[in-house]
């Protein structure tokens, strides 16, 4: 079992920056990839971003390549969301994510869920 913490979130204005933290406790956290997704309101989850084990691949989805960046600590147990750049489209819970099973962009293929945290940008 992994449990994941997700925290960061809030209200911030069109052109902000914010960063997402996700903590992990239980099992190896090194041997899970993670990701991030969201989730708007009226509208499907939506894979935003993940990285790998090491870290050394990241993915993410053309709405947000360019402005957010993935990344994770695993000294730390922990992944961040930086998002720059932030526009009311992104507004969302953010869902982070770990799957024992590699890289994906399918939220099926993502076995542990944070409980999500709400990011709102205002125009």
């Known amino acids: 079992q992994v449990q994941l913490v997700d925290s960061g979130g809030g209200l911030v204005q069109a052109g902000d920056s914010l960063r997402l933290s996700c903590a992990a406790s239980g099992r190896t956290f090194s041997n899970y990839a993670m990701a991030w997704f969201r989730q708007a309101p009226g509208k499907e989850r939506e894979f935003v971003g993940a990285i790998s084990w090491t870290g050394s691949i990241t993915s993410y989805a053309d709405s947000v390549k360019g402005r957010f960046t993935i990344s994770r600590d695993n000294a730390k147990s922990t992944v961040y969301l930086q998002m720059n750049s932030l526009n009311t489209e992104d507004t969302a819970v953010y869902y982070c994510?770990?799957?024992?099973?590699?890289?994906?962009?399918?939220?099926?293929?993502?076995?542990?869920w944070g409980q999500g945290t709400q990011v709102t940008v205002s125009a």
């Open positions: 994510a770990a799957s024992p099973s590699g890289f994906s962009h399918y939220a099926s293929q993502y076995n542990y």
